[in-house]
């Protein structure tokens, strides 16, 4: 399995006055090739979690195994490589004159011939849903999401074996979003490489996710499939969160209409509308 957590704590600034339990004995475990969500509210352990996977910060106590090896400090720098960690906004962190320039920088330290380097580029950028047209321009020519895409490129043209994504669609306009999470799901169906994405959209996650991990006050509140998570209404509204807004419409509809017996059990568009057809094909009404 590419990643696995064991026991997992952290405390920052331990033994001062400001010390902070950020993680307490995390565990869990993300499969080959499984699109995982990681949700909870503002200051719950999200972030320090994913600068777990790659070593860029260190357990206090626990481990961390990436497809099956112990992360330590002998091989952190190697192991690193496997974990393409791509934070918010990460179109800030462009800097080069050109596409090419910033995407190909990942790669300058091995010793790649041109033809090597250009494919591996173009390959990259191919996958974020651009065209190599791009690859010429300036990085300050490009929109929005664009930007954010070439520098996802930047991460995966190394060829990490995990995808982790730090609300990859936050700041932008519906279009973007849109555009940036059809491609995250498209590239993990096309290549199996496993993605993690941290997000406050319950509608993103329901959408996209086949695990879902909750935290909750830097504990794992609950693990599972979407539909299992979120049948836990009550519980994620106790700490903070909610269900996607169709789920909450349809259990509503139950409420009111409890001999109608609706499905509650949906969170998509495309369910919903199955649901209502399904309804309405018993000489029932919407």
Do not use: W
């Amino acid at each position: 399995m590419p990643l696995k957590i064991e026991n997992l704590s952290h405390t920052y600034m331990k033994g001062t006055p400001f010390e902070k339990k950020a993680l307490a004995n995390i565990n869990f475990e993300i499969n080959d090739g499984e699109f995982a969500a990681i949700i909870g509210h503002t200051g719950c352990g999200k972030s320090t979690l994913i600068q777990h996977f790659n070593g860029l910060l260190k357990p206090e106590t626990g481990n961390i195994y990436i497809d099956g090896k112990l992360m330590n400090d002998s091989n952190c720098k190697e192991m690193r490589k496997q974990v393409g960690l791509v934070f918010q906004y990460p179109e800030y962190q462009l800097f080069e004159s050109t596409v090419y320039k910033d995407v190909a920088f990942g790669i300058k330290k091995e010793k790649l011939s041109a033809d090597e380097e250009y494919k591996r580029v173009a390959d990259a950028i191919k996958k974020t849903g651009l065209s190599e047209d791009v690859l010429e321009k300036s990085v300050y020519d490009l929109s929005g999401g664009q930007k954010r895409r070439v520098a996802i490129a930047g991460i995966i043209v190394m060829n990490p074996k995990i995808l982790v994504l730090d609300e990859p669609a936050a700041g932008l306009d519906p279009a973007g979003r849109d555009e940036i999470l059809s491609f995250a799901k498209k590239l993990r169906d096309e290549t199996g490489i496993t993605v993690i994405l941290v997000s406050h959209s319950m509608e993103d996650v329901a959408k996209l996710a086949d695990k879902v991990i909750v935290m909750n006050g830097g504990n794992i509140e609950m693990i599972g499939t979407p539909k299992e998570v979120f049948r836990n209404g009550k519980r994620l509204n106790e700490i903070g969160l909610s269900v996607p807004q169709l789920s909450a419409v349809f259990h509503k509809i139950d409420e009111i209409l409890p001999n109608l017996h609706i499905n509650t059990d949906l969170f998509t568009v495309e369910e919903a509308t199955d649901e209502i057809l399904r309804l309405l094909s018993k000489g029932g009404t919407v």
